[in-house]
């Protein structure tokens, strides 16, 4: 069986700790897509830890952690993640690294960092993690893939082309420094000397487990809004951020996923420029901010403030519809907890007329929110176990929300823990 565990917005909606708790039930936990761009924060016995590469499966021993061929795999963060979590008691996790996958190079950041400087005010708002220039070299066909780290003729050969062609740029577009290939191919073998014990032809090892009916997760990074063909584009992530890409990016049969659990926040969080339809500022959105996720609601790589809003209904329909959902899981609701009334954003109004659907980008921009206000809880739902348990206007909430989004709530997270989970 294949689980997917996905998001359905701008990302934060706490797919970490989602995957982290379906993964004590699982053998194997794949990522599929992004790199060390976004985080996920995962808080179980072992602590709190910020997680950017490793799947947060990493936690159990029984289970293999995989970096599947999708992924922008940023060699040196996967080894300091890995010692830092052994660092902290945890055994350590036993992970196979795609022979598939392409590596995130030094050039790659450089390039995301001068990019943005370039652009400055105008930018996507690039966490210059080197995502957007590694995927944009991979599909012009002059990314460097793992497997090729073993090939010495071919990387001497690439080395030299790789550099002619990024020296154009960094001449004449940024006035930066050149890029050797001796200095390159050094880089290489670094990498391949760290990686040689992990790699490993994933995509057949998952067609083994799939047989031998091992469980199996998949767990997307951000959210069906960042989607580069379903999402805001341009103010989008550079791989799918979709279900569906899950299929690809681990490489398995796409009628293997059987589940695809699409995480939901009950408030809206994003990151980057973009529209953002029910976003609020000003102290409303600092309390929430203050009081969201667990510890305040800042990025997980950057540190930097995410923007809030209420609950986006035609957003959060459409990111569950285009991830395929069969099961909403509903998190961070406890964090509402402080509030009298709930703001909902139920219509987007574009030029004069209310809208359900999701729209365009250039139409995107000028929705302008319709709000229906519900009655709050108001008192701390934290320690609750069971959904009948739960303040009688918490769960006309969530099901005003789920009927809303027309697919099934079946898990309600109320706190960061393992175990601050509702099932319905
Ligand atoms: P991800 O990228 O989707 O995994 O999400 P993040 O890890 O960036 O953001 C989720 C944040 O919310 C983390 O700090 C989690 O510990 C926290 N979190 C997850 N679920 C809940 C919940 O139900 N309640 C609260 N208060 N925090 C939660």
Redesign the pocket.
């Known amino acids: 069986m294949v689980k997917a565990v996905v998001?359905a917005n701008w990302?934060?909606?706490?797919?970490?700790?989602?995957?982290d708790m379906l993964a004590r039930e699982a053998d194997i936990i794949v990522r599929f897509q992004g790199g060390a761009n976004?985080?996920?924060?995962?808080?179980n016995d072992y602590g709190?830890f910020?997680l950017h590469t490793l799947p947060?499966g990493v936690f159990y021993d029984h289970t293999t952690s995989i970096i599947g061929n999708g992924v922008a795999l940023n060699v040196p963060v996967l080894f300091d993640e890995i010692q830092s979590v052994v660092d902290r008691g945890v055994p350590k996790p036993k992970i196979l690294v795609s022979d598939r996958a392409q590596m995130v190079m030094s050039y790659h950041i450089l390039l995301d960092t001068y990019e943005e400087e370039r652009l400055a005010k105008k930018s996507f708002g690039s966490t210059k993690s080197g995502i957007a220039p590694f995927y944009s070299d991979k599909y012009a066909k002059i990314g460097f893939q793992v497997s090729e780290l073993f090939d010495e003729e071919l990387l001497k050969e690439k080395a030299v082309r790789v550099c002619e062609q990024k020296n154009v740029l960094l001449e004449h577009l940024y006035h930066k420094p050149l890029l050797q290939p001796e200095a390159l191919l050094k880089e290489l073998h670094g990498y391949k000397e760290m990686i040689a014990p992990y790699v490993c032809d994933t995509s057949s090892y998952l067609y083994e487990a799939i047989q031998s009916g091992k469980h199996i997760l998949l767990e997307g990074?951000?959210?069906s809004l960042k989607d580069p063909d379903h999402g805001i584009y341009p103010m989008v992530t550079s791989s799918s951020t979709l279900a569906a890409f899950g299929a690809i990016g681990a490489g398995i049969p796409p009628y293997e996923i059987g589940k695809i659990i699409t995480?939901c926040?009950?408030y809206s969080s994003a990151v980057g420029a973009g529209a953002f339809v029910s976003e609020i500022f000003g102290q409303e959105a600092d309390e929430l901010r203050r009081r969201?996720?667990?510890?305040g609601?800042f990025?997980?790589t950057t540190g930097r403030p995410r923007r809030m809003g209420w609950f986006d209904c035609v957003a959060s329909r459409y990111g569950c519809r285009i991830q395929g959902t069969t099961d909403v899981a509903f998190?961070?609701?406890?964090?509402l907890g402080y509030l009298k009334e709930i703001p909902v954003c139920v219509g987007y109004e574009i030029d004069g007329v209310v809208t359900e659907e999701f729209p365009t980008t250039a139409r995107l921009a000028k929705a302008k929110p319709v709000l229906e206000v519900l009655p709050g809880w108001n008192c701390e739902i934290?320690g609750i176990r069971t959904y009948e348990e739960l303040p009688q206007n918490c769960r006309s909430y969530v099901e005003f929300v789920e009927k809303k989004l027309g697919f099934p709530i079946t898990m309600?997270?109320?706190?960061?823990g393992r175990d601050?989970?509702i099932y319905r």
């Open positions: 998001g990302g934060d909606e706490g797919k970490g700790k989602i995957t976004a985080g996920h924060t995962i808080i709190k910020a947060s990074q951000l959210g995480v926040k009950a969201g996720g667990d510890g609601e990025g997980a998190t961070v609701l406890d964090v934290r309600i997270s109320n706190g960061p601050d989970i």
